[in-house]
């Protein structure tokens, strides 16, 4: 995918598909949009504080926590040893917009600046521009390829039409269902010209834990082990935290835990993978 505004974290970004969408290592999971359609060495790059009024928790982005750090451990596949942490940094300007991306691991870094040239637009320093709907959601980018639908400020479908590959035109649908706040199944189905076409279904469960509000939108984060996207820049979030996952939709379970601090912001996330079976940490934030 080559969605230029979306910050997908994984290491050095990537521009094939979300296979391993919304995600951390080379297992597929959860996209949750943004996170994988990412074109640029540095699809991390626009992750601001929301600056939509009807965001996750009626917050506006003046009053959300402000995410100064962020540490993400990447384990073996199956093995679960620590293979490397991957950093990420960020500054804020006077309206608390991100105006500063910095990423730091094994194999590379990467910076970016971003910009608001007006009140519907978003521009990053490696040339992508992000147009706004009026209540502050991407609906497109400078990538004619690709669009974002919302119901009721919720995500309710991302469209992205281009090159897989060489030669073979790719067209991916991904479906948002909610339910009671809280997203609930993500449907992502493939169409190619090579009939390799295919479709999955991820779900998710809920604890009774509040999604409190921070810069960044933590589903994603902890769903996918990786990414990393602004709070409300792609509709409302849930409003609680998973504890469980169906990557497969063969009640083959990843669950996840947290430790919070004493506000009730997510500080640390732990992961047991479904085919682990062990717990590991997985990021730890820091917060302004």
């Known amino acids: ?68 750090r962020i540490e993400i451990y990447e384990y073996e596949y ?13 500054d804020y300007d006077a309206q608390n917009r991100m105006a500063r991306f910095a990423r730091n691991d094994l194999t590379s870094q990467a910076f970016a600046a971003i910009t608001y040239p007006t009140s519907s637009t978003i521009a990053i320093s490696n040339g992508a521009v992000c147009t706004l709907n009026g209540d502050g959601n991407v609906v497109s980018t400078n990538n004619s390829d690709e669009y974002w639908i919302y119901e009721n400020g919720y995500l309710a479908k991302y469209v992205y039409s281009g090159l897989y590959g060489e030669s073979d035109k790719n067209i991916a649908i991904e479906s948002y269902t909610w339910e009671n706040g809280n997203l609930a199944a993500l449907k992502t189905e493939y169409k190619t010209t090579n009939d390799s076409d295919w479709e999955r279904i991820e779900r998710i469960e809920y604890s009774t834990i509040s999604n409190k509000p921070c810069s960044i939108d933590l589903l994603p984060l902890i769903v996918s082990g990786g990414i990393v996207n602004p709070i409300g820049w792609y509709g409302k979030s849930s409003k609680n935290l998973p504890n469980k996952m169906d ?9 996840y835990r947290y430790e919070t601090n ?3 912001y997510v500080e640390k996330i732990y992961v047991k993978e479904y085919y682990a079976n062990a717990e590991v940490l997985r990021a730890v934030i820091f917060y302004k």
């Not at 199956?78 to 960020?90: A, D, G, H, P, S």
């Not at 990557?247 to 669950?255: A, E, L, P, R, V």
């Open 1 to 68: 995918m080559k969605n230029q505004c979306l910050l997908d974290i994984r290491a050095g970004g990537s521009k094939k598909p979300f296979c391993p969408p919304i995600c951390l290592h080379p297992l597929p999971i959860f996209k949750y949009v943004h996170l994988i359609h990412a074109g640029l060495w540095l699809t991390v790059a626009m992750f601001f504080a929301s600056c939509n009024p009807d965001d996750p928790a009626g917050e506006g982005r003046n009053s959300v926590k402000l995410v100064s």
């Open 262 to 264: 004493a506000d009730g």
């Open 247 to 255: 990557k497969w939709s063969n009640g083959d379970m990843t669950f």
């Open 78 to 90: 199956e093995v679960l040893i620590e293979k490397y942490t991957r950093i990420y940094e960020f």
